[in-house]
């Protein structure tokens, strides 16, 4: 090692799942949308104009934490918003898990947890799935220094029902505890309620699935106006401008556009539950997921040797080769004619093998 290596962070990154470049590609593999963005984000695309680029953004992105605050219900003082729900979950870490005592999370679960806790030097304890790979809220009541996870869970799907969240939260008011709502649209209870009954829960959620912008980063968080001001006093330490004007508006159209919200998300739904019903017809086990994938096994073929199967097929789903997880598949809900033809190409390939 170099001697100036030795004053260096080191950190092993996280690893998004792969955007290939042939457009062909029938793409489940990293949760996106399968439908375009709301119309209205089409027409604000073309009002926008290059005076937004020469100036700077309002640091406040104000347009947009009242557009999310009015369709969340809430008042804008508590909403922050960042630039992707990734930025938003890291300056939370940053802000809120300041405790020697580790943060608790669960083993298998969204992995770029454990590198911002690395990062920012969190200590932390992962709390085992049960053995149908479900929270157990028991792991979440002892002395901690702050508690996450995804409800429904990443990438298992299985939602936590609201009164065991409810008990996570009422055990922990000595420290902050963060539900990730990235698929919380896609058929699960919000734990928004709670917010006038404990301070110390906070929210997050974003547009990269539900509101079908992944590429745009915007996502946000919702708790009491307190925390929001400890949010932003960090972010305001590190990066006035992490939105920009572009981001800004179109986020404003989609948060206001409820209507076709309804729309795709109650298709996503409708063609998960056809999903569940001929997945499980294909010999596959899962958890029963509430978000826009399923977390798959098949009692007879190995999941890796699928997963090379369907790459090679153009049909891109996510495989993590990590312990308890290395013989299933994620795979996001597409359209119905993408899901058509992974079921053709399921059933042709288990006839032979
Ligand atoms: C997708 C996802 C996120 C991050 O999404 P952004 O695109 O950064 O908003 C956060 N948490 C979980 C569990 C996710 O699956």
Redesign the pocket.
């Known amino acids: 090692m170099k001697a100036w290596e030795s004053n260096i962070r080191k950190v092993v990154p996280y690893v998004p799942g792969e955007q290939p470049k042939n457009k062909k590609v029938i793409k489940l593999n990293t949760?996106e949308n399968p439908y375009p963005p709301s119309q209205k984000v089409t027409e604000a695309l073309h009002r926008m104009e290059t005076e937004g680029m020469r100036k700077y953004p309002d640091p406040a992105a104000q347009q947009l934490v009242d557009a999310i605050a009015h369709t969340q219900g809430v008042k804008p003082s508590q909403i922050f918003v960042g630039v992707?729900?990734?930025d938003v979950?890291a300056m939370a870490f940053l802000t809120f898990f300041n405790s020697e005592k580790p943060i608790l999370f669960p083993d298998i679960t969204?992995s770029f947890y454990d590198v911002w806790a690395d990062l920012f030097r969190i200590p932390y304890e992962c709390q085992k799935l049960d053995e149908n790979f479900q929270i157990r809220k028991e792991g979440y009541l002892k002395e901690n220094g702050g508690v996450i996870f995804?409800n429904p869970n990443?990438p298992t799907g299985a939602l936590l029902p609201l009164e065991e969240i409810e008990e996570i939260v009422r055990h922990n008011q000595d420290v902050i505890v963060i539900v990730?709502e990235?698929?919380i649209d896609f058929g699960g209870i919000t734990a928004k309620g709670l917010l006038q009954k404990y301070e110390n829960l906070l929210i997050v959620q974003?547009f990269?699935?539900s509101r079908s912008m992944?590429g745009m980063?915007i996502?946000y968080a919702i708790g009491n106006e307190e925390l929001i001001k400890y949010l932003n006093d960090v972010k305001y330490s590190f990066n006035s401008y992490t939105m920009n004007n572009t981001a800004i508006s179109l986020g404003t159209a989609a948060a206001l556009d409820q209507e076709y919200f309804e729309e795709t998300r109650q298709k996503i739904i409708a063609t998960r539950e056809r999903t569940k019903k001929e997945m499980a017809s294909l010999g596959f086990t899962f958890a029963d997921s509430m978000a826009n994938f399923l977390f798959v096994t098949h009692e007879r073929v190995k999941a890796k040797e699928l997963f090379e199967a369907l790459k090679a097929e153009g049909i891109y789903v996510r495989y993590f080769n990590k312990p308890r997880i290395d013989n299933h598949l994620r795979i996001t809900i597409g359209t119905d004619e993408e899901m058509d033809t992974l079921f053709d190409f399921l059933r042709t390939y288990l006839k032979k093998h």
């Open positions: 949760n992707g729900s990734d979950l969204y995804p990443a990730d990235a698929y974003t990269s699935k992944a980063r996502g």
